[in-house]
C-alpha cells in the first residue's frame, strides 16, 4: 500500500490532525485494551463450550463451564466485551476525525470505558455461576447492565459533544449510521432490561417476542449500523475514491433501519401469527438495503488504484462482503420454505458467528489496525501480525460459520425425516462441528496477534509515559545561584 | 440529510414503529393473558406450577439447558378423521354408504360433506382432530406450541437450537422421575448414543452407610453405580427433574384442538 497516499486521504499530517488523533488516545486504549482482551476470553469461552460436543462429559462435574454456562458466556463476552467498546471506539475516533475538532470531554470515555469493562466483567461471571437471566443475548443480571447502560450513555455524552463540534455543518454518510447506532442501544436495551429483567416482568410468551426483538435489533440492526459507518468512513479513505454515492447511501441507511428492526421472530414461534408473518416480509425486503449496501461498496472499490495485500483495506473489503452474506443467510431462515429445514438447526448460531467474527469483528480489527498507529504516533509494534490475522481470520471465518451452516442445513433434514432417530441428526452435525472448530482456533489465534498488537502499543506507551516522568524527577531542580546567573547573562 | 436532528427523527420513527409493533403489541395482546379453557372440558389450562417445579426453572435456566433444548413442538396442519358412532334405523344402508367413503386423511371441508352425507343417511357421526407434522411424528408432542402453554412460565425458556430433543411435551413423554434423574446423572445409561453431557455436579456419590438413602437413583442392571456408592440427587436435581415432569402440553385448547386420544380398557 502506499503510505503517503493514504496519509493524504486521511487529511494529511498536519498539526490539527495529529492534535486530533492525540486526544483520543487515552479514550481509545481504555475501550480497545479491555476489548482485545473479552476478544481473546470470549473466544476462549466458545472453544470450551465447543468442547462439550466433542466429549460430552468434560465439565460433568464442573458446573461452571458446563455448556449453557460457557455458550452464553461466550457470546456476550464477544457482544458486549469486543463489539460494542471496540465500535463506540472507532466512533469516537471516526466523529472527531469528521468533526475536525479535537474529542470534547475526553476524560469521561475515559471512566466509562472502565465500567463498562466493569460490566461485562461482571455480566461474565455472574453467567458462569449460573446467575443468568435466561433470555438469549441479555443474559447479564441486572448488576452488569446498569454498568453497561451508565457506561454506553457516558460515552455518547463525549460523541454528541465532539460531533456538535463539527466545523462542515454538512454530514457525511459515516454521521447517520453512528448516530442511529447511539440513539439505538439505549432505547433496546433500556425496553429488554424494563419488560424482562423487573419484578414485574410481561407475562408468557411476550417474554420471547420482546426478547427476539431486542436480540435482532442489537446483533443485527446495531452491529451493522456502526460496522457500516465504519466501513462507509474507511473503504473510501483506503481506496482514495469518493463514496459511491451519498444518495445510495441514504437509501441504505432508511431501508436498513426501516427493515432491518422488524426482522427476528422465529417463524414457527408459538406467537399470534401476524408476528412472524410481519418478521418475515420484513426480512425479504432486507434484501433492498442488501443491494444498495453492495453496489456502494463495489462502486468505492472497484477501480481502486492500491492493491490488497492483507492490509486493513482488505480487513474492510472482506467485513463488508461478510455482512452482504450474514444478511442473505438472515432473509433464507426467515423464508418459510428454507426455514422449514433450517429452523431449530446449526444454521442460526452460523449466521450469528458470521456477523459477529466475520463482519463486525474484522471491519473493526482493521480499522483499529488503520487508526491506532495515528493515535498512538508510532507504529504498529508487529507490522507482520496484520497479514497474519487477516489470513487466520478470514480462513477461520469460512470454516466456522460455513460448517455451522452446511451442518445446520444436514441436520435440518435429517430432524425433518420423523423416520430417523433423533441421535442421528446430532451425529451428523456433529461432523461439522469438528471441522468448524479447526476454524475457531485459527481465529483464536489471530485474535491472540490482535490482542499482541493492542498491549504492545499500550505498554509502549506506558513506558514511554514513565520514562518521561522519571526524566521529569531526575532533572535537576533549578536553584536560586542558576536563576540568579541566568539573570546575570540576561543582563 | 442535512442535521443531526432529522437523523435522530429518522432512527425515531424506525425503530418506534416497530417497538410499537414487537414490544408495545405483544406485551398488550399476550401480557394480560389468562388461562385458556380446555375444549369440550370445564377445565383451565395452564395449571399454576407449584414449589419444586417453579424452582426448577430456575435451575433449568442457570444451566443454560434453553442453549441445546426447544420448549415449542411445530404443526404443518391437521387431518380430519369421521368415526362412526351409530348406524341408526338402516344400519345396511348407512355400512354400504360408509364402505364407499373415505373416512380418514380428510380436509375439514371433505369431513363435513362426508359427515353430512352419512347423517342424511341416518348414521351418527363424530369428527375427530389429529394433528400432523414433523415434530408430532416424532412424538415430541400432541399438537402444536402455543401462546398459552407458557403463561406461567419466567422466564420464557422457548430455546433455537436442537441439539437435544425438544421438550415440550416431556413431563407426558417420559414421566418416570427415576429414568430423568438417571438419565441427567449419566446419560449414557438410558439413552444410547446421546450427545447431553452428564450433569454430574447436581449429584452426590457417597458410601452407602447403614441407611441407604430412599432417594438413591436406580440405576438399569448394565450401568451399575460405583461399587459401595449410592447416587443421592441433590435438591437441584429433584428440582429440575419437577419441572421437566410439569411440562405437559397435552390438552386441546381453542387455537390448537385436537381429539385426544382415549386409552381403551
Known sequence: ?491 | MKSGLCVFLAAFIALGLSWCGFVLGPAKQLGTARQAAVLNSSDTYPLQPTGDATLGLQVYRANGCAACHTEQVRQDGVTCEIVLTGAGKNPTAVTNLVSTLKLTGLTKEEADAASDKITAAGGSVETHINPVGRDIARGWGVRRSVAADFLYDYPVQLGSLRAGPDLANVGARLPDANWQLVHLYAPSAVAKNSAMPPFRFLFEVRKIGDAPSPDALQFPKDFPPPSGCEVVPTPEAKQLVAYLLSLKADVPLYEAPFTPVIAKP
Request: aromatic fraction near 14%; charged fraction near 10%; glycine fraction near 8%.
Open chain 1, 1 to 491: 500500500m502506499n503510505q503517503s497516499q493514504t496519509i493524504d486521504n486521511f487529511g494529511g499530517a498536519s498539526v490539527l490532525t495529529s492534535r486530533i488523533d492525540a486526544s483520543c488516545r487515552v479514550p481509545l486504549l481504555a475501550l480497545f485494551g479491555g476489548a482485545a482482551l473479552w476478544l481473546v476470553v470470549g473466544l476462549v469461552l466458545s472453544l470450551a463450550a465447543i468442547m462439550t460436543f466433542h466429549k460430552p462429559d468434560m465439565f460433568a462435574d464442573c458446573p461452571v463451564l458446563t455448556y449453557g454456562h460457557a455458550q452464553a458466556a461466550a457470546n456476550d463476552a464477544l457482544l458486549y466485551g469486543f463489539c460494542i467498546p471496540a465500535g463506540l471506539g472507532v466512533m469516537l475516533w471516526i466523529f472527531a476525525r469528521l468533526s475536525q475538532s479535537e474529542l470534547v470531554l475526553p476524560l469521561v470515555p475515559v471512566v466509562a470505558a472502565n465500567i463498562w469493562h466493569l460490566g461485562v466483567f461482571v455480566g461474565v461471571v455472574a453467567i458462569l455461576l449460573g446467575d443468568s437471566t435466561g433470555f438469549a443475548w441479555l443474559e447479564f443480571p441486572r448488576g452488569g447492565s446498569v454498568l453497561l447502560f451508565a457506561a454506553f450513555l457516558l460515552i455518547a455524552i463525549s460523541a454528541v459533544a465532539t460531533f456538535g463540534a463539527r466545523q462542515n455543518r454538512e454530514l457525511y454518510p459515516s454521521h447517520w449510521f453512528l448516530l442511529a447506532a447511539l440513539f439505538w442501544f439505549p432505547w433496546i436495551y433500556s425496553t429488554a432490561n424494563l419488560f424482562l429483567v423487573t419484578h414485574h416482568p410481561v407475562r408468557g410468551v411476550a417474554q420471547a417476542a420482546i426478547d427476539a426483538w431486542f436480540a435482532n435489533n442489537l446483533v443485527f440492526v446495531w452491529l451493522a449500523l456502526v460496522g457500516l459507518g465504519t466501513a462507509f468512513y474507511f473503504l473510501p479513505k483506503l481506496s482514495g475514491r469518493p463514496l459511491q454515492s451519498h444518495y445510495l447511501a441514504l437509501f441504505a441507511f432508511w431501508t436498513l433501519i426501516v427493515f432491518g428492526s422488524w426482522c427476528g421472530i422465529p417463524q414457527d414461534a408459538p406467537m399470534p401469527a401476524w408476528m412472524p408473518a410481519a418478521s418475515t416480509v420484513a426480512s425479504s425486503l432486507l434484501i433492498v438495503p442488501l443491494i444498495a449496501i453492495a453496489i456502494i461498496a463495489c462502486k468505492t472499490v472497484c477501480g481502486a488504484s492500491i492493491t490488497c495485500k492483507g492490509g486493513p483495506f482488505c480487513y474492510v473489503k472482506f467485513g463488508t462482503a461478510a455482512f452482504i452474506l450474514s444478511g442473505l443467510m438472515l432473509i433464507a431462515a426467515a423464508c418459510p420454505q428454507f426455514s422449514h429445514v433450517t429452523e431449530f438447526t446449526w444454521f442460526g448460531p452460523a449466521q450469528i458467528q458470521l456477523q459477529i467474527l466475520g463482519f463486525f469483528t474484522i471491519v473493526m480489527s482493521g480499522a483499529i489496525y488503520e487508526l491506532l498507529p495515528r493515535v498512538m504516533g508510532f507504529a504498529l509494534p508487529f507490522p507482520k501480525f496484520v497479514r497474519i490475522q487477516h489470513w487466520l481470520f478470514m480462513l477461520g471465518i469460512v470454516l466456522w460459520a460455513g460448517s455451522l451452516a452446511v451442518g445446520g442445513v444436514e441436520q435440518g433434514m435429517k430432524l425433518n425425516n420423523p423416520q430417523t432417530v433423533f441421535a442421528e441428526s446430532t451425529d451428523v452435525a456433529l461432523m461439522f462441528l469438528r471441522v468448524g472448530t479447526t476454524g475457531l482456533l485459527f481465529i483464536l489465534v489471530g485474535s491472540l496477534l490482535f490482542a499482541a498488537n493492542v498491549f504492545a502499543m499500550t505498554i509502549k506507551w506506558k513506558l514511554a509515559l514513565l520514562k518521561m516522568m522519571i526524566a521529569y524527577i531526575k532533572s535537576p531542580l533549578e536553584t536560586a545561584s542558576d536563576r540568579a546567573k541566568a539573570g546575570e547573562v540576561k543582563s
